[in-house]
C-alpha cells in the first residue's frame, strides 16, 4: 500500500492533517501521525520557544513522521526556521508567501519541504524552487484563502495538468467519499483541516468544536477580501465585518476592526463572539467530537467503501 | 448501461447539458440528445413564442429526449408553461424560484420534473413539491448562484444526505475527471454548462466563445450579491460593478448599474466588454470550440479511463 505521498513522508495512509494556527500542536500532530497519517504542528500561532517545545513533545509522543506548517507571512520566520533546522524536523509545509524564500535553505538541509497554493501560478513557482510536492487548496477551505476564489473541483485539474510534482488536495475534504473525489482529480493524497480541527486532541476551545459542530451551510464566509482573505464562520465580529463591508471598508478601517489577537481570543481562548473563528465549509457536515485516530479511520474506510461502489457501478 | 438518470430521462449517458441563457437553443439542445445525453433548450432568454419555435426545430432535429429550462424568477412564466404543455414537452428543470409554484402542475400534465438548488433547504423542499431528481449547483457555477457560496465538493454530500431522490451535480464539471469526482460524491449524473457554452452549437457569439476560451483563474467572479449573486466573467462591466460593490454601492444603485438586455448584448450580441458574461470558474480550463458530440464523447471517454486508473491504486 503506497503511492508517492506515503513513500515521500513515509506514513501509512495518504492523510495529512492541515497545520492549523490553535488548533494543531503536538498533541494532535502526533495522534495523527501514529494513526498512520502525516501530523503537522501549525507553527502559525507560536513563538519560536513554544514551537521548540511542541517538537519536542510531539517526538516524545510519536516514532512516526510529522510535519511543522510555517505562513511564510508571519513576522518570525526566520527563528522559526533556526528551530526547525535545530530540532531535526524532517518536513515543512510552508504557506502563505513565496516559496522562493525558504525552499532552497530547507533543501539544502535535507528537509522535505511542500509548499500550500491556491492557483497554478504559484504552483509552477514552487515547483521550479524545488518543492518535493504543493498543496493545492480551494474556496472552501478554513482560514487563509486565494484571492481567485477558485474551487477545489476546478483548481485542482489545472495543477495537475500544470506541474510534474505530486499534489495534495485540500478543502472540502472531511469524508471518504470527498477524499475519493480528489483522487479521482488525480492527486496522490489529501489535507484535511476543519475535521481535524474537532478532534479530541485539538488545543481548539471546547467552545469553538461545539460552535464548529453547529455550523450550517452558508455559515461561514470569506471576508477581510481587501486585506487577507479569510474563511470565518459567523459570530458578532464577521458580522461586524460582513457590515463594514458592505458599507465599502477599505483595507485600513478592516486593519483597525480586525485589531490584534482575535485567532487566539476565539479559537484558543473560547471568545465565540469577538473571535476570529477559522473553520472551512465543510463544517456544515461535521458531527462530533472524537479522537483523531477515529476521525481518521472514519475517512479511510470511507474511502475504500465508496472506492468499490465506484467499480460497481454499471458504466 | 443505466442508472437512476439514464432512466428517467431515458438517455444513454448520465450527462446533461444545462439550460443557458443565450446559448442553449434547439441546435445545442438537438445536438447533445442526439449524442446521447440530454440536451436542454433554456427558455430564460426566450419570449413564448421563441421557445415555441425552438421546441418544434428540436423536436425535427431528433427523436431523442430533450428538456426545457425554466428560471421561475423570469416574468412570463405562466405563458412559458402553457408552451410546454402545448408542445408535449416531457422534461422541465426549473430554477431560480419556488418549487411549490410549478411542480404538482408539471406532475399532473405528465411531465418529469427536476429542480436546481444550491442549498439542502431547497432540495429537501424540491423533494417534498415531488420532484424526480435534484440537481444541485455549486459555487463554481456559471450564471445565477446560491447566497451560501457552498462549493459543488461541500454541497453534493450534503445534499445526497438530506434527500432519497436522485442528485445531479453541477458546478466545476467540464471533463471525465471531474465527472468522476462526481459520482465519487454519490450522485448519479452530471449537469455541465460551460464546456457546451463554447460548443459549435451554441448559439453564443463567437467573440464570447473566444472570450471563454481565452479565461484564466480567477478571471469569473461572483458579482451583484446585493441583488442576484451571478458569476461573471471579467470585462468592463464586471470591473465597474466590482469597483462599485467595493466602495459599498447597494442594490438599487446596482441595478441602475446593470440596466437592461445586458445579457443578451454581451453573450449573444458579442458585446464583450460593456455586455454580461455568465459563465463557470471551469472556463479556466476549456481550450477549443468542438461540436456538442465530440466534447460529450470526451468527457465521456476520459470518465471511463479515469474509472479504471482509480480501480488500478494499489489502496
Redesign the interface.
Known sequence: ???SITDLFHIKY?IIQAGMVWCSGWRLASAVSNAGGLGIIGAGSMYPEVLREHIRKCKAATSCSFAVNVPLLYPNVAEIMDVIIAEGVSIVFTSAGNPATWTSFLKQQGVTVVHVVA???FALKAEACGVDAIVAE???AGGHNG?????????I??VK?AVNIPVIAA???S?G??M???????VSGVQIGSAFAVALESSAHPDFKAKILQAQ??DT??RLK?LVPVRLLKNAFAEEVAIAE????DAAQLSVLLGRARAKAGMFEGDMEEGELEIG??S??LTKVAPAAVILQEIWQE??T??ER??Q???
Request: charged content about 20%.
Open positions: 500500500m503506497a503511492n495518504p492557483n497554478t501560478k480551494g474556496f472552501e484571492r481567485e476564489e477558485t474551487t477545489t473541483l476546478c483548481l485539474p489545472l495538468k478543502g472540502g475534504i469524508s467519499a470527498a475519493l473525489a480528489a483522487f479521482a482529480l488525480g451551510e452558508g464566509q470569506l481587501k458592505a458599507a465599502g471598508a465549509q465543510v456544515a457536515g474511502f475504500l465508496e472506492k465506484l467499480k457501478l454499471k458504466f
